[in-house]
């Protein structure tokens, strides 16, 4: 979720040892485990398209931390990457439009790429394009693709998608928040590598508790392979009780096997807004590699939380490890809400609390390397760590 306009710089922890760091675990609380609800979609082909705005339906902002406002005068981030590196070879690519933000705010875009197709999702709508930038499905509400699941997930929807292109399965995930009754997450898996055809359909259920910005991330270990997720969760859309950390059981979900489950963690309150690693490139991790879940913040101007969940969905059991502390440069957050100009006139959503998406981890045959990011403060104004 970089936000166009903004200085881009990308902290990179190189060499993290991730099948051998030794984590103290943690047992104080129990494993939370959810079955769904489950359906199979109709081909996405098929389904109408959506050229008018849709009303802006406001999502309700539970306090986690106060907006911090950009400040005058602030010193430069010590941080800032202030030299170029050297130039890279590459072929400038198609340029076309993807979907507009139909109203609102903000427009929690994101996108993934698979061999032949891109899938953007904004906020409520998703649309299918092909390399040269053709449409091939779409634009259609995200609230179609869930239409044949009953409750929440057809009822209405918050936003907040994630749309995933799982390379390992050669198969594509799309998720929101629904809204019914209660609250549940959303979650489509494609029956095939074709993005416009069918979805295995699941509902996970969070009852009256609202499972804020919500993140998934592929991890396909050989054994409890998963789809790892990450909530914050406001007790009955007021209080926050503490960040959800999981996994789904990616295997059963592949094969449209409607048991498959949840596994959640739950940290203390005073942490949030942890973000699950994705794996890239052909490498998966070593089987038995747990998920790794990173946060910033939590009170602190200078440090990265990392905790990781040992997955077992025969026994229906997860271990959450302590938070490993990782010590950075000094930082600032930046303000929350709009706050940072743009060309235009207009500003955008610094979501200076937040860690923004994703957290990408890359196997190496002597090394994993992971990279994320947060908007800090730098010499008054937002900046991208």
Known sequence: MVRPGAVVRILILCGLALTTLAFAKTNNNKTIVTYPSFAVSRPVADMPVELSMF?????????????????DGLAEDPALQKEPLGPLNIIKGVDFDGIASNGYAPSDSNMAVGPNDIVEVVNVLFQIFNKTGGSIAGPTNIQNLFSGLAGDCSSSTYGDP?????????????????????????????????????????GYSFGNNLNDYPKLGTWATATNSAYLASYDIFINFQSYGGAD????????????????????????????????????????????????????????????????????????????SAATKITVSSFSDACHSSCVPELGGSSLDALGDLQMYRFAVRHFADHDRAVLNNTVLNSGTGAVR
């Open 55 to 71: 009303p802006f339906q406001a999502m309700p902002e539970p306090g986690r931390s106060p907006n911090k406002p950009i400040g």
């Open 162 to 202: 994630v749309v995933l292109y799982d390379r390992a399965a050669d198969r594509w995930l799309i998720s929101m928040i629904g809204s019914g009754s209660t609250i549940s997450e959303c979650i489509a898996v494609s029956k095939t590598n074709d993005p416009t055809g069918a979805y295995y359909l699941y």
């Open 245 to 320: 950390l999981c996994g789904l059981d990616r295997t059963k979900m592949l094969a449209g096997d409607k048991t498959a489950a949840q596994l959640c963690k739950m940290t203390p309150s005073s942490e949030f807004s942890y973000l699950p690693s994705d794996m890239d490139g052909p490498t998966p991790p070593a089987d038995g590699t747990p998920g790794v879940f990173i946060n910033h913040d939590n009170g602190t101007t200078n440090q990265l939380y990392l905790r990781t969940l040992a997955l077992n969905f025969a026994s229906g059991t997860a271990t959450m």
